[in-house]
Nanobody, 123 residues
């Protein structure tokens, strides 16, 4: 099993960034997927999750209206579109997958983890 994130980088406050995650080695179309982030010195934080079909998404309160998760089951890809970025969004963002089909918000509910991609929001 492998999850490979891409798309991180440096962006100015107010800017946008789209993260991608390629999934390998498990039945992606049966799996809910999620994104977590971790800033230096802080606990890992739930960003959002998407159900197996993509019909249902759920976000942490601080991300609602700014972030959007989507997926392409034909390509085994999941995406995180981030808009109106703030300096406090600076973190390593990790793609996650679970054997279950439905959304969860706790790290322990996820079975697969990527290495993460750094997002830095700074002027």
């Amino acid at each position: 099993v492998q999850l490979v994130e891409s798309g991180g980088g440096l962006v100015q406050p107010g800017g946008s960034l789209r993260l991608s995650c390629a999934a390998f080695g498990f039945t992606f179309s049966n799996s809910a997927m999620g994104w977590f982030r971790q800033a230096p010195g802080k606990e890992r934080e739930f960003v959002g999750s998407i159900s197996w079909s993509g019909a249902i998404t759920y976000y942490a309160d601080s991300m609602k209206g700014r972030f959007a998760i989507s997926r392409d089951n034909a390509k085994n890809m999941v995406y995180l579109q981030m808009n109106s970025l703030k300096p406090e969004d600076t973190a390593v963002y990790c793609c996650t997958g679970r054997r279950g089909a439905f959304i969860r918000t706790m790290p322990d509910d996820y079975d697969y983890w990527g290495q993460g991609t750094q997002v830095t929001v700074s002027s």
